[in-house]
């Protein structure tokens, strides 16, 4: 089992929205709601923005959105905001594998 | 506030054993909940290393398995991780994180600690 497919680079204009795609297998992602994402900023530790597929932490802005079809999630940035620049992964549990807890390639998201 | 915060070397010598110890301030170790090493190699992204329970159960990356061990002291109220043998492949920032045993997903990071492989 491998980690899951991300686009290497997303950008967008201030105020713009941007979707980032994290793709795996029926497996993990397709077979659970267990997909979370992490935003890291440059030298800084990973820090939860959604978990359970759509569900925000507390504290986390209303412009950071997640979905799932299939075997592939997605996480939305509306507004785009200049601190919205960093590296996005996404990760996801798979109980009946090996690999239990595998993450996505990551995402490096600019913002114009 | 629940707190995570990585100490040991920043330079270990190829062939030589990494050791890494997690300390955990604000709140108990000995609490529903799994405790993770993740690791991040320079420009690179995250690879998921193992956790353990605070009763000692634990479960290890495949790609590691052999390697990689991690072991929890409820006193100290921290866990650590070894990983002998290592090489560059191995040079990495190494981050500590809680995953509450009710969720699949990791909500307290330490800040990390960079750990280089080189003679």
């Known amino acids: 089992q491998s980690a899951l497919t991300q686009p290497a680079s997303v950008s967008g204009s201030p105020g713009q929205s941007i979707t980032i795609s994290c793709t795996g297998t029926?497996?993990?992602?397709?077979?659970?709601?267990?997909v979370s994402w992490y935003q890291q900023h440059p030298g800084k530790a990973p820090k939860l923005i959604i978990y359970d597929v759509s569900n925000r932490p507390s504290g986390v802005s209303t412009r950071f959105s997640g979905s799932k079809s299939g075997n592939t999630a997605s996480l939305t940035i509306s507004g785009l905001q200049a601190d919205d620049e960093a590296d996005y992964y996404c990760?996801?549990?798979?109980?009946?594998?090996?690999?239990?807890?595998?993450f996505g390639t990551g995402t490096k998201v600019t913002v114009l | 506030q629940l707190q995570l915060q990585e100490s040991g070397p920043g330079l270990v010598k190829p062939s030589e054993t990494l050791s890494l110890i997690c300390t955990v301030s604000g709140g108990s170790i000995s609490t529903n909940s799994y405790w993770g090493w993740i690791r991040q190699p320079p420009g690179k992204g995250l690879e998921w290393i193992g956790n353990i329970y605070y009763g000692g159960s634990t479960d290890y990356n495949p790609s590691l398995k052999s390697r990689v061990t991690i072991s929890v002291d409820t006193s100290k109220n921290e866990f650590s991780l070894t990983l002998p043998s290592v090489t560059a492949a191995d040079t990495a920032v190494y981050y500590c994180a809680r995953l509450p045993s009710w969720v699949r997903y990791f909500d307290v990071w330490g800040r990390g600690t960079l750990v280089t492989v080189s003679s």
């Open positions: 029926s497996s993990d992602v397709g077979r659970y709601n267990y």
């Open positions: 990760e996801s549990y798979a109980y009946t594998s090996t690999l239990p807890y595998v």
